[in-house]
């Protein structure tokens, strides 16, 4: 099933409107009926949002697999799953077969010049690890630049977003919504 199709699942299951959960979430319910159509798909941070107003994980909307057990993810699996949004940049969710866990990795490889100067911003913590490539990341008035090998740490509420250094970015992010354990 696909993710916009996933999504309006879960809400109609809910008997809940798309004015609701576009609430909920901060955005329009424009956006949220594009998603759902399958006409747009959200950055992370919109999607964080949408799980957590359906009262679900993010993993949850990624894929459809119910397992609770160890899960192997190989390359090859992550290459064949990578998302394209409309903001500039493919992801792949990593583990996603294991639905109830405590953080949701992903990896991210990201263009210069195709992704938007969009700030985000959503509940939780995430860890970045830098693969390939050179990015500036802003975390609220902070500015750190992150090569390869390196990482940061912070609570993504606040005001988060990068700039590219070098033509392309690969990165390894680590989300974590439910910080109260």
């Known amino acids: ?23 909920a979430c901060g955005f ?10 399958g006409k ?5 941070g919109t999607l964080i949002r949408i799980a957590e107003s359906l009262g679900t994980k993010i993993s949850m909307l990624l894929d459809d697999n119910d397992f609770n057990g160890t899960v192997y993810t190989p390359k090859a699996s992550n290459m064949e799953k990578m998302v394209q949004t409309d903001q500039g940049y493919a992801f792949s969710a990593i583990a996603a077969k294991r639905p109830e866990k405590l953080m949701q990795p992903f990896y991210f490889v990201v263009q210069k010049g195709k992704t938007g100067k969009r700030t985000f911003s959503h509940f939780g913590q995430e860890f970045i ?53």
């Open 28 to 37: 329009t319910k424009s956006l949220l009926s594009k998603i759902e159509n």
């Open 40 to 44: 747009t798909v959200p950055p992370i």
């Open 129 to 181: 690890y830098v693969l390939e490539g050179t990015m500036i990341y802003y975390v609220g008035k902070e500015e750190y630049t992150l090569n390869a090998g390196d990482s940061l740490y912070f609570d993504s509420v606040e005001n988060h977003k990068y700039v590219l250094v070098s033509d392309e970015v690969k990165y390894l992010s680590v989300f974590c919504s439910d910080t109260n354990g």
């Open 1 to 23: 099933m696909e993710l916009g199709s996933k999504i309006r699942k879960l809400r109609l299951e809910q008997n809940r409107s798309q004015e609701e959960i576009a609430q």
